[in-house]
């Protein structure tokens, strides 16, 4: 039991967090991003308008980022910025919430996976499993399963996902 519990050393937490990150589509979900922040933009105003509701909705927020960033600047370089410092506020005011955006969607990339949304949910096997595999199209996407086998026409929750297959357990067998 204590082996267990032992701390991994630096090296085996590089080594797994490589594996971890090698086992992620990060190229297919950077492209989903990509094209899902070029739909938005295509919107008439998509953006622009959300970037007016969430500066009005915290503007006092933002002058703070802005001010902070600027006292930043001035502790780095006190002598050629002091004539700079109304500009910077304002600008750090205007960019600090695309920043905040910016942040909330690379964390959202590599935190969220396709697929997601599908556990938990109930379905009806088209196939049946057999030995311990089968597939089934969701969504306009096939996808494998695996589980215990039982016959085409059983329901099953889906309990798990990794890449694209599919962890599922019987709730009934009617077949």
Request: aromatic share 10%; glycine share 10%; net charge positive.
């Amino acid at each position: 039991m204590e082996s267990e519990k032992q701390p991994m050393t630096l090296a085996q937490r590089l080594q797994k967090s490589w594996a971890d990150l090698r086992q992620t589509n990060v190229r297919a979900q950077a492209h989903y991003t990509v094209f899902r922040t070029t739909q938005h933009i295509k919107n008439k105003n998509g953006l622009v308008k959300q970037y007016q509701q969430r500066f009005a909705a915290g503007w006092e927020k933002w002058l703070g980022v802005g001010a902070g960033i600027t006292g930043v600047f001035m502790l780095l370089n006190p002598d050629g910025l002091w004539r700079w410092q109304f500009v910077l506020v304002l600008g750090g005011v205007l960019i600090a919430p695309l920043l905040a955006d910016l942040w909330h969607s690379l964390k959202k990339v590599f935190t969220e996976y396709p697929g997601k949304q599908l556990i938990g949910q109930v379905i009806t096997l088209e196939q049946g499993i057999v030995e311990g595999a089968g597939s089934i199209r969701l969504d306009n996407l096939e996808w494998q399963l695996a589980g215990d086998d039982c016959p085409a026409g059983t329901q099953a929750k889906i309990i798990a996902i990794n890449d694209r297959t599919l962890y599922i357990t019987p709730l009934s067998q009617t077949a």
